[in-house]
């Protein structure tokens, strides 16, 4: 697979400007964060992406999408109006799309605090033993 170039470097002589982050362009858009490539894709904009790589059985590296300046304002109108397809849930200004954002926040959010609450109960679980068989006889 080929690599994609550094997202700084202009993409020629006359571009001075550097691309976006998908941070920088979510602020433009009222697109979920995470559906920011697909919705370029639909609405023609140039896309960068760095790493991604195969880390074999460890899974892949973090991707990094970046996008082009130029295309992002020109297709910033089209996508605040709705004339790019774009599903109801993956944007910020519909009611599926917050739900959507709301349910996915919250799920973390407890998934997160359970696997907590499972550390600390199985740190004081060994603990616990630990200090039983010290004082047993």
């Given at each position: ?17 550097p ?5 920088e ?22 896309v ?19 996008f082009h ?8 109108p ?10 109801s ?9 917050r739900?959507?954002?709301f ?33 047993v006889?």
């Open positions: 697979m080929p690599h994609t170039p550094d997202p700084g470097t202009p993409e020629s002589a006359h571009e001075e400007e691309w976006l982050s998908s941070d362009v979510a602020k433009l858009w009222p697109i979920r964060k995470n559906w920011l490539p697909g919705v370029a894709c639909r609405a023609d904009v140039r960068r992406r760095v790493g991604g790589e195969s880390r074999g059985t460890w899974g892949t590296e973090p991707t990094f999408h970046y300046p130029g295309d992002v304002r020109r297709a910033a089209a996508i605040a109006e709705g004339t790019v397809d774009v599903p849930d993956w944007r910020t200004d519909t009611p599926d799309g739900r959507a954002e349910w996915g926040v919250l799920s973390t959010r407890i998934a997160v605090t359970l696997l907590i609450a499972l550390t600390l109960c199985s740190l004081f679980l060994v603990l616990g033993s630990a200090v039983f068989l010290l004082t006889e």
